[in-house]
């Protein structure tokens, strides 16, 4: 489940930076600002600003302090208008250990077999108010934009 996330969301930049809209593509506004959940800065979070009007999302990842930046497809800020904003958390994958080709582990991955990483069960510890089912809208204006996002577990 989390490799598919993964998969899914390295695909999507992949796409977002690879079709354009032309040269200079529509009229952006620069956006960043802190996400925070509880009053704590949220960090490896994606940001996601989906225009109302239909077109291309500009996403940015949370820093250590919660500070985010937004890019669209090679250039930084959004699409001048209303946007559906969500937040999801970014898992880090871990580590995974070396292992020979003659252990138990190895074969069962080699013939199939679901190892516990493919099992692992992910769960969003941001309420779905701010991602699957995002109640938070807000305006891009040309020129610069501040805006935070304070979000609540509650």
Known sequence: MVRLFACVVACSLVCLACIGCGPDG??????????????????NALVTFQPEAGGRASIGKTDANGQYTLVWVERQGAVI????????TI???ETVAEMSSDSDAYMDQATGDASAYDKAEVTEPI???YNVSTELVKEVKAGDN????????Q
């Open 81 to 88: 208008g209303s946007h559906k904003v969500s937040v999801t």
């Open 26 to 43: 529509p009229e952006l506004g620069t956006v960043s600002g802190k996400v925070t959940m509880d009053g704590q800065p949220l960090t």
């Open 127 to 129: 309420p779905a108010r």
């Open 146 to 153: 501040t805006i935070d996002l304070e979000l609540t577990s």
């Open 91 to 93: 898992k880090e994958s």
